[in-house]
């Protein structure tokens, strides 16, 4: 069985700090992939990055950074100088090659003020 | 616009009535979901269809009908709704037919039904 653990259930911050966003996951599958999602106060659903469990290389983008660790079974992502546009529900996605969908998170609420 | 699209965006209905939520994408892809949303359990699929006239259960299927007569949509009927059905429901699309694990899934904007 898969699994998703957000276990930050809501988070607030002041605008230009530095905040993680922690995600573990539990699989038996030795390929699978990671999502992360953003879903701002509007609603829908936006793709933010997949990583496959081949690929153990940080990625940055912007101010948006993953680090995923195949030990401790975490890909976190950290928002450098949060703004509050970064106010959102963020969901950390996990899928594999013989499942048929995500298996998300419960999200992260990231409240970002002035 | 590559998009997936919902409707109705909101729905107030009663016990027992039956009704349709449509979901469109114009991408030609092959995988649709449907998962439903609720505060502290984060996203579950309720169906999913890898191709036409190929569908399957999720893990909350129970009280929900779908069907993919064509590729590009895929309806999600509730054909005798109750109050625990109320939720805000997604459908979304990925481009192969077994990538529903692998590949990014594409969201459509959401349908938030209300069932009294």
């Known amino acids: 069985a898969q699994k998703v653990t957000q276990a930050q259930t809501e988070i607030s911050v002041v605008e230009k700090e530095d905040v993680t966003l922690d995600c573990v996951y539990e699989?038996?599958?030795?390929?699978?992939?990671l999502f992360w999602y953003k879903q701002p106060p509007s609603g829908e659903l936006v793709f933010l990055i997949r990583?496959?469990?081949?690929?153990?290389q940080n990625e940055i983008s912007g101010r948006y950074s993953w680090n995923f660790q195949k030990s401790t079974s975490s890909f976190n992502f950290t928002i450098t100088a949060s703004q509050v546009v970064d106010s959102a529900v963020y969901f950390c996605?996990?899928?594999?090659?013989?499942?048929?969908?995500?298996?998300f998170g419960t999200g992260t609420r990231l409240q970002v003020t002035l | 616009e590559a998009q997936v699209t919902q409707n109705p965006r909101y729905l107030i209905t009663v016990t027992g009535k039956k009704l349709t939520v449509t979901c469109s994408q114009n991408?030609?892809?092959?995988?649709m979901s449907w998962y439903r949303q609720d505060p502290g359990l984060g996203l579950r699929q309720i169906y999913y269809?890898?191709?036409?006239?190929?569908?399957d259960k999720g893990d909350v299927p129970e009280g929900y009908k779908v069907s993919r007569k064509e590729k590009r949509n895929f309806p999600l009927i509730l054909e005798s709704p109750s109050p625990n059905q109320t939720s805000l429901y997604f459908c979304?699309?990925?481009?192969?037919?077994?990538?529903?694990?692998?590949?990014?899934?594409?969201f459509g904007p959401g349908t938030r039904l209300t069932v009294t």
């Open positions: 979304a699309s990925s481009p192969m037919a077994g990538g529903g694990g692998s590949y990014e899934q594409y």
């Open positions: 699989t038996r599958d030795t390929t699978y992939y």
């Open positions: 990583r496959n469990s081949f690929d153990e």
């Open positions: 996605a996990l899928g594999t090659g013989t499942a048929s969908k995500l298996t």
């Open positions: 991408m030609n892809h092959e995988y």
């Open positions: 269809s890898m191709n036409v006239e190929v569908t």
